[in-house]
């Protein structure tokens, strides 16, 4: 009973448009009635009356024997990715880099002097940081702090260093505001950055950006990982290529 449902509630025409539509986006130059046909499997007569419908509705465009898509797919995207986090759309590109390490992988943008996480897959290692969607920690000592500083005018970093409140979490946290700002400008020049047990000891963590259209930082993803486990130069060698290539797949739901 269920698949007759199913199958009485499956409009055909309706798949068979949205084919048509995905066959489109295919072919940016644009195709005729006939390809088309070809392409979908249609009778001309169909793909004359698909592609018409398109037309009509705003989603295609015609010039003399070609369909092209319009702009106005662009639009019902965007209006469909504004009406939910766009980190959303990250958490299962996070959720296999975090597989492939079995660490954490977690996500945060900037907010004053501090990182807000905004995307969070933990880890299986327990570690004495209580880390979720919504906790805030210091820019400054931690690796995705530091990309998104990176993406500050130089004049911006140096007010906010100026006035930030810098703590000695560890021996090894780096304290000195000049020196903040080489460490800052080299994971600008790197396009990542690797903390080292700055947070707390026994903790490292590698992040790379994530920026928008415009190119501007709009966020950072990383990988925190107990220092036992991998060494910094495990980490640029084994988890930084695997976040780089997770970079560019969420940064697809920023540039549309």
Not at 49 to 72: D, E, H, I, N
Not at 94 to 119: H, K, P, T
Not at 199 to 216: F, K
Not at 217 to 233: K, L, M
């Amino acid at each position: 009973m269920k698949d007759e449902t199913s199958s009485r509630d499956h409009v055909g025409s309706l798949e068979r448009g949205l084919a048509v539509m995905e066959i489109l986006a295919r072919h940016s130059a644009g195709m005729t009635l006939t390809e088309m046909a070809e392409e979908a499997g249609l009778t001309r007569a169909g793909a004359r009356r698909f592609l018409l419908t398109l037309a009509t509705s705003g989603y295609a465009t015609q010039s003399g024997r070609l369909f092209s898509l319009s702009p106005r797919l662009l639009t019902v995207a965007r209006t469909w990715l504004g009406g939910a986090s766009l980190w959303t759309f990250a958490v299962p590109i996070m959720q296999e880099v975090a597989e492939q390490f079995d660490e954490a992988c977690n996500a945060a943008v900037l907010s004053g002097e501090d990182v807000v996480y905004v995307a969070r897959i933990p880890g299986r290692r327990i570690l004495s940081v209580a880390l979720d969607v919504g906790t805030r920690l210091p820019a400054y000592c931690t690796s995705m702090g530091r990309v998104l500083l990176s993406g500050l005018a130089a004049d911006a970093l140096g007010t906010l260093l100026a006035g930030a409140k810098i703590d000695r979490r560890t021996p090894k946290t780096i304290t000195d505001r000049a020196l903040l700002a080489k460490v800052i400008d080299r994971a600008r020049t790197d396009g990542f950055a690797i903390v080292d047990e700055e947070l707390e000891l026994g903790l490292r963590s590698i992040a790379v950006p994530i920026s928008d259209r415009t190119r501007r930082i709009v966020g950072a993803i990383n990988v925190s990982t107990q220092s036992a486990r991998f060494s910094v130069e495990a980490m640029k060698h084994e988890i930084l290529p695997v976040l780089r290539k997770a970079k560019g797949r969420v940064e697809e739901f920023f540039l549309v």
